[in-house]
Structures are given as structure tokens and as C-alpha cells.
């Protein structure tokens, strides 16, 4: 791996072990309420004044838990990213209740667990319901989803 994008010469060669560090840093958790309207209005209202409460003033192994954030150019508040670690999510009993509603949440619908930088196309393409649309991104779909709530 390293060797091939070094050869690519992609990085300046003082700052290759600066790029390598910083692709292993673990990627913020983010995730997009998805949905009818009226119902992700509820999804969002539930963390605003629940769980994202519930974490302001947390403190796990000496450090201060970062409520989620929003993802400001995402439209209508339905999109967040927390600086927590997925593993940190999993493992960590005082965050138990709020990635239990996470897990619940994302495998009845509610909320879609999506990159980032993956949310940015369907924004971008501006679909119509008469548009003919062929997803050849990697599964599992997200973006795809994405579009199709935006036209429903």
C-alpha cells in the first residue's frame, strides 16, 4: 500500500509521514436521519432533547464527551457527526444508551449510519422524479437511499 502510492509521488516527500498518520486516525461517526418528514422531525427532536443532553456534560477516561455536531450544509438538521469513535461507542458503558438508540434506530430506518463525504452527491445532482439515475458506487446503497427519500 505504501509503496504504491509512493511511487505515485501523490505526496510531497516531507509530508508522507503526516499523510500516513492522518489516514489512521479513526473517521468522526456520522450518520443522516432519513425518512418522512413529519417522523424525522420526532427522530430529531428525541436526540436534541435526550440524548444529545445526556452527553453534554460526560466525562469518559478524563476526557469531556462532544455532544454530536451538525453537519451545517446538510438541510434540515438531519445530519450529525460525533468526534466519538465507533469503538468508543461500543465499549464505553456510559454512551451504552445513546448507541443503543443509534443500533435501534438505524435497523428499523430511522437513521442511516453514511460518511460524510458520501451524503455530498445526492445533495449535489439535484434529482427530479423524471431523472434516470445508475449508482456505481460501492454498496451498501446509502447514497441511493439518499436520493430516493429526497424525492419522496
Not at 432533547?49 to 451538525?70: I, R, S
Not at 450544509?73 to 445530519?79: D, G, N, S, T
Amino acid at each position: 500500500f505504501e509503496r504504491y502510492y509512493q511511487e505515485l509521488k501523490l505526496v510531497p516527500e516531507g509530508e508522507w509521514d503526516q499523510f500516513m498518520q492522518a489516514l489512521r486516525e479513526p473517521l468522526p461517526a456520522t450518520f443522516r436521519i432519513t425518512g418522512y418528514k413529519s417522523h424525522a422531525e420526532e427522530i430529531l427532536h428525541c436526540l436534541k432533547e435526550k440524548y444529545f443532553k445526556e452527553l453534554q456534560d460526560l466525562v469518559v477516561e478524563g476526557q469531556k464527551v462532544e455532544a454530536p455536531q451538525l453537519l451545517s450544509w446538510y438541510p434540515e438538521e438531519l445530519a450529525w457527526h460525533t468526534s466519538l469513535s465507533r469503538k468508543n461507542l461500543r465499549k464505553c458503558p456510559q454512551l451504552e444508551r445513546f448507541h443503543q438508540f443509534l443500533v435501534s434506530e438505524t435497523e428499523s430506518g430511522n437513521i442511516s449510519r453514511q460518511e460524510a463525504v458520501s451524503m455530498i452527491p445526492p445533495l449535489l445532482l439535484k434529482v427530479e422524479p423524471h431523472h434516470k439515475i445508475l449508482d456505481m458506487c460501492a454498496a451498501p446503497g446509502s447514497k441511493t437511499a439518499q436520493l430516493i427519500e429526497m424525492l419522496h
